[in-house]
């Protein structure tokens, strides 16, 4: 007998528990698009807290208890959130894809291995690769570039002129000079600053003004005396005078060419070293900041030391610019830590990662909720920490959840919705019981489930259930429930996989 025809008999148009991972599991997707608590984990509502004032979270989870679940549910909730108050929206930024970041941090770091290298990362660098991830979001929905689908709301963007104020705009321009992509940067801040109407620095226009004024005059001055030169003035006087408007030009042409260009060389040398994370050069840089007024291109407004203050900075910044668009606050997931190909789900290497980000400043900050989705292996790296280091996360700040926890009656539950989707539409309701034979009673399922802790195995032991007795049955002979032994001898051998797994034994 095949798995479908089983699935026929009790109503159902696909098994549904054969996803495994949350990102492509089209049942999941079809469930926590309804919008309907009783699919989330218990501690959800917790964990994603008051959207109208964002607040941090740490959740540890062992390998399948659905944290990348709840970051997908974060990001529709969030969305029906936005959609329900356009005035106070939220920006959601999955910062879940370390693999660029890392690679990069790595190449600039030149450790020896990784572990060297990523043992080296600030705080400040994570703030960098959030800032570079928001940034050129925002900028391709002022210029109109990129994918519809990736860019931050802004309204109408060609009358971001009379909408926002002279600080907001600069502090836009300020933002895309640091952080926006390498490839085109240069040309976006000059496009951001025409689309923004910001006159060019006044250094710039009275020094392009010197440079065509001065030779005018040479030539004028030369003109006037072949033609009209006074002839009692000694002609010592004209080549004084001559000399002193060619002094004066030169003057202005090495302060043009050679002193404000290495002056802006040199900050933007200090800036590539600091902001780590974006691959521009210095000469890059310098192109973005020449349109930047001069005040802006003091040290005290830039990121050129490992100070966290002016990222910080930043960061009001650029929830100065996004709530002019209406945008109140962001909420950032970290997750899925252990998968980028540097740290291989090496504990050590995770450790190296996020303890920086283990804040109390950055974690409490204002109007910023960051939620980090962490694996089980950094809980237990976590109680050997100091006191010291405690007192400076502060996590009892914290929504702290040491482990996501899943009960029996909860996974059943789980499991139950999960068959409602999967319900054809003119099928009666069908329960989990309803698949096995009449001598397994709930409590025994709620057990069985309860062995297995988490979703992903409990969806594995039931899939595996149905393959075997499927497997056991002709089709000619029928057998529509699974019976008690079936059921118990997987759950037995489900439950030393996921043993040998967490021992580290066997890969999954």
């Keep these: 007998m095949t798995v479908s025809e089983l699935l026929q008999h009790h109503g159902l148009s696909e098994n549904p528990f054969k996803g495994e991972e949350a990102r492509s599991d089209e049942v999941f997707t079809r469930l926590h698009r309804t919008g309907d608590l009783s699919t989330h984990h218990p501690d959800f509502e917790k964990i994603r807290g008051d959207l109208r004032r964002p607040s941090g979270a740490v959740v540890f989870g062992e390998k399948g208890t659905g944290k990348t679940a709840i970051r997908i549910q974060l990001a529709e909730g969030i969305a029906a959130f936005n959609a329900a108050n356009p005035g106070a929206r939220i920006c959601f930024v999955a910062y879940d894809d370390l693999n660029a970041v890392l690679d990069r941090l790595h190449e600039r770091l030149g450790g020896k291995n990784p572990l060297e290298s990523l043992q080296k990362i600030r705080l400040v660098d994570h703030l960098d690769a959030l800032l570079h991830q928001v940034v050129p979001r925002l900028v391709d929905s002022v210029l109109g570039d990129g994918p519809e689908e990736t860019r931050i709301d802004v309204g109408d963007a060609k009358r971001l002129h009379k909408r926002l104020d002279l600080v907001t705009r600069r502090d836009l321009l300020l933002l895309q000079t640091l952080y ?165 789900g090496d504990p050590e290497r995770m450790k190296a990662v996020i303890w920086p980000l283990m ?62 989707a999967c319900r054809r539409p003119d099928a009666p309701p069908v329960h989990l019981l309803d698949l096995f034979a009449p001598d397994v009673s709930r409590a025994e399922l709620f057990e069985a489930l309860e062995k297995l802790h988490q979703p992903r195995d409990a969806f594995k032991m039931l899939y595996r259930c149905i393959l075997e007795h499927c497997q056991s049955v002709t089709r000619d002979a029928p057998e529509w429930k699974i019976p008690r032994h079936v059921l118990v001898n997987v759950v037995k051998a489900e439950s030393e996989r996921v043993q040998q797994m967490q021992r580290g034994i066997r890969p999954a």
């Design 359 to 420: 804040s109390n400043k950055f974690l409490q900050y204002e109007g910023v909720g960051v939620k980090m989705l962490l694996p089980m292996e950094l809980r237990h790296a976590l109680f050997r920490e100091s006191s010291a280091f405690f007192q400076s996360a502060r996590l009892d700040k914290q929504c702290l959840i040491e482990r996501l926890a899943w009960t029996g009656p909860t996974l059943y539950d789980l499991c139950e919705q999960r068959l409602e």
């Design 180 to 344: 926006d992509r390498p490839e085109f940067a240069t040309q976006r801040t000059s496009r951001l600053r025409r689309r923004l109407r910001l006159m060019p620095p006044a250094s710039a226009i009275w020094g392009r003004f010197a440079m065509v004024v001065v030779p005018l005059l040479l030539v004028a001055f030369w003109w006037w005396y072949s033609h009209y030169g006074w002839e009692q003035v000694p002609r010592r006087y004209y080549d004084y005078a001559l000399a002193g408007l060619v002094a004066l030009f030169a003057i202005f042409a090495l302060k043009m060419g050679v002193w404000d260009r290495l002056a802006l060389l040199r900050q933007a040398h200090r800036i590539r070293r600091q902001v780590r994370i974006v691959l521009r050069g210095d000469i890059s840089f310098a192109t973005s900041l020449r349109h930047l007024p001069a005040a802006y291109r003091e040290a005290a407004h830039l990121p050129i030391t490992d100070a966290d203050e002016a990222r910080f900075a930043m960061l009001d910044r650029l929830r100065s610019v996004l709530r002019q668009f209406g945008w109140a606050g962001l909420v950032v997931v970290v997750d899925r830590v252990d998968e980028p190909t540097l740290i291989g």
